[in-house]
């Protein structure tokens, strides 16, 4: 090989080590950098850290729980706002100047039952031939606690699909003039509520003339009156 051959491929090997140099030099100075910008990330980290440490105060790291984390089922939704409207409303709607005397059967103990409803349910409630799922006692109360009561013991009735229910309003031996005062106010109220398909004075052993034996519709919104 002449000395003329050699130069050109001296010069060619000292190049492509000058290319080689200037790639390792790029790879430092992206290393230099990304060591940079990680130590920058854990500064502003602990700077957050103890930042957090100084606003809150010591805290106990909690106990690592070794239970399962299962999905549980979100309750539906319940317009508790809407109910409460249609309370306040409906107060105004079980009156006791409503007239039903035209409503009830003039038969024993005034019975009551709706258009549809046949006059067999209402002899079976009057022999006590249904079965009572519910009943709520009224002695004691006065006029306008008997009817709220009343109308939250129909609510949840309904609610639960009960359908036969009693209703004590006591037979006024302790009223002035012995005389049942929230009897006919009674009466007058589960007329009015479209839960009450029909009712009848109790038999003996489920409190006679002191209660009322109720049949609820099952399929009655909560709340709504006739």
């Not at 939704?77 to 059967?105: F, G, I, Y």
């Not at 129909?154 to 005389?179: E, F, M, N, W, Y």
């Not at 109220?189 to 003996?204: I, K």
Request: aromatic content about 4%.
């Amino acid at each position: 090989m002449t000395r003329e051959r050699m130069v050109p491929a001296r010069a060619q090997g000292l190049a492509g080590l000058a290319e080689l140099r200037e790639v390792l030099a790029a790879r430092r100075r992206e290393e230099a950098q990304r060591r940079a910008r990680e130590h920058a990330q854990r500064l502003a980290e602990d700077a957050a850290a103890q930042l957090f440490r100084t606003a809150v105060g010591k805290v106990t790291p909690l106990r690592a729980s070794l239970r399962a984390e299962l999905p549980r089922p979100r309750p539906e939704p319940w317009p508790h706002q809407r109910e409460a409207d249609e309370r306040a409303a409906l107060l105004q709607t079980w009156s006791d100047e409503v007239d039903v005397e035209s409503l009830l059967l003039t038969d024993d103990g005034l019975s009551f039952r709706r258009p549809g409803i046949g006059a067999d349910v209402v002899a079976r409630l009057r022999r006590g031939q249904w079965t009572i799922q519910a009943e709520i006692d009224l002695h004691g109360l006065r006029r306008d606690e008997a009817r709220q009561v009343l109308r939250d013991f129909l609510d949840l009735a309904t609610r639960r699909a009960q359908r036969c229910v009693r209703i004590v309003h006591g037979k006024g031996h302790g009223s002035p003039g012995r005389r049942p005062v929230l009897k006919a106010r009674v009466q007058r109220w589960l007329a009015q509520s479209a839960a009450v398909l029909a009712f009848a004075q109790a038999s003996g052993p489920q409190g006679g003339a002191g209660a009322l034996i109720a049949l609820l519709d099952r399929g009655a919104r909560r709340g709504r009156s006739a």
